[in-house]
């Protein structure tokens, strides 16, 4: 019995898998059980922010394996304690809560924005305004706060109070506000939505807003930050600073960890047995985590992301002028999406045959999400097996 058919006999069916099984990555490329190079920018969605079997950050979690794996939440650790705080002073908040993924991070987000309604502006104040097409997770709160529809399907009853409204529409967010209105969940650039930036003036107005009325601003930079668009944090690229940021994905190389990251005057309505993790910021994960940070943060880094994210966003504009399917190309530093009026998943199986990972956004992108350490020459390579794909 082969190995997939033994995974389909005890694994449940919750996403749809390419007949592939990996057995070893290195840098950008990964290698099958038959021995197949594979050139990855899938990058686990996002996740694989140093590529596979990073020698540092393989020694980084050894170190601390033979230390120290996990205590309770109860203890301090010094991993812990250091991680917040290169993560507050890099992203110009204040506060840290560490958990496990980005679902678990979005939902940490929601419940402090309701805590801090109640507490801090108004009891009946628990409504929350998400945005349509926005992915913020699989867990309760979050599936409903996510404004696509197929996610949330025989799921209802969903959590109640949560609205949703156009992305970059103003005067449909400024409608739905009310003084009952807690708390704005949005995306700097909406990832499974199909790669959409969000307007720099549209982001400056619900800064403003929410200042005017006491609103907290949520920002998921689950699968947008941790060095993707070319700054620690997508919102960096827009000066505009939230109150809430929420991170996973990148921030621990292929270990799970995630978090939020909040200022002051709203991290301070949690108080002991208002939330918890029992697994979160753990030694073991947050010393991966700030090999991960060091390393992005280290002189010249995030310049070297913009770069090559300009040279795929100009690889892939270039194949516009010979092939009339493909319609934007759209992104910001290492996540871009190709818009094409063409069936996206005929084009990952072919490009998969040849030898490169490709993921869909929404219903009409091909995400490009490669390691944040992928070379020119993989890019070019990427682009040219893609090109024949088309």
């Not at 950050?57 to 601390?64: C, G, K, R, V």
């Not at 349509?132 to 529809?149: D, E």
């Not at 002051?264 to 991966?288: K, L």
């Not at 063409?342 to 869909?360: C, P, Q, R, S």
């Amino acid at each position: 019995m082969d190995l997939i058919t033994r995974g389909n006999n005890v694994i449940m069916e919750t996403y749809k898998r390419f007949p592939l099984v990996f057995d070893k990555g290195q840098g950008c490329v990964l290698t099958d059980h038959n021995g197949k190079e594979y050139l990855d920018f899938v990058a686990g969605i996002a996740v694989d922010a140093l590529g596979h079997s990073h020698p540092g950050l393989l020694a980084a979690m050894q170190a601390q394996m033979e230390k120290l794996v996990h205590i309770s939440n109860l203890y301090w650790s010094k991993p812990g304690i250091e991680l917040a705080e290169m993560l507050t002073k890099a992203s110009g908040l204040d506060k840290v809560f560490f958990c496990n993924s980005g679902a678990e991070a979005c939902e940490a987000a929601l419940k402090l924005c309701r805590v801090y309604g109640k507490l801090k502006k108004d009891v009946e104040a628990v409504e929350i305004i998400a945005m349509i097409q926005s992915f913020h997770g699989r867990t309760y709160a979050a599936i409903t706060a996510t404004g696509q529809k197929k996610y949330q399907e025989n799921l209802e009853p969903l959590m109640p109070e949560i609205y949703h409204v156009p992305y970059n529409d103003i005067d449909a967010l400024k409608a739905q506000i009310s003084p009952k209105t807690c708390g704005i969940i949005l995306e700097p650039i909406q990832g499974e939505g199909g790669i959409y930036p969000a307007d720099p003036d549209y982001l400056k107005e619900v800064r403003k807003i929410c200042d005017e009325q006491n609103i907290v601003l949520i920002f998921d930079e689950v699968q947008t930050g941790i060095g993707r668009s070319g700054k620690l944090f997508a919102y960096q690229q827009y000066g505009v600073v939230p109150d809430v940021v929420t991170m996973a994905k990148g921030l621990g190389g292929g270990v799970p960890i995630g978090g939020i990251i909040a200022k002051d005057h709203v991290a301070e309505v949690f108080t002991p047995g208002t939330h918890a993790s029992t697994f979160g910021g753990n030694p073991f994960v947050t010393a991966t985590a700030k090999y991960v940070i060091e390393t992005l943060t280290a002189p010249g880094f995030f310049e070297a992301v913009t770069e090559k994210g300009d040279y795929l966003k100009a690889q892939l504009e270039a194949l516009k002028k010979d092939h009339s399917a493909i319609k934007e190309v759209r992104g910001m530093g290492l996540i871009v999406g190709i818009q094409i009026d063409a069936d996206l998943g005929a084009i990952v199986a072919k490009a998969m045959e040849k030898g490169l990972l490709l993921i869909t956004a929404g219903s009409n992108a091909i995400r490009f999400v490669p390691p944040l350490v992928v070379t020119k020459a993989e890019i070019d390579q990427a682009v040219q097996i893609f090109a024949e794909c088309l």
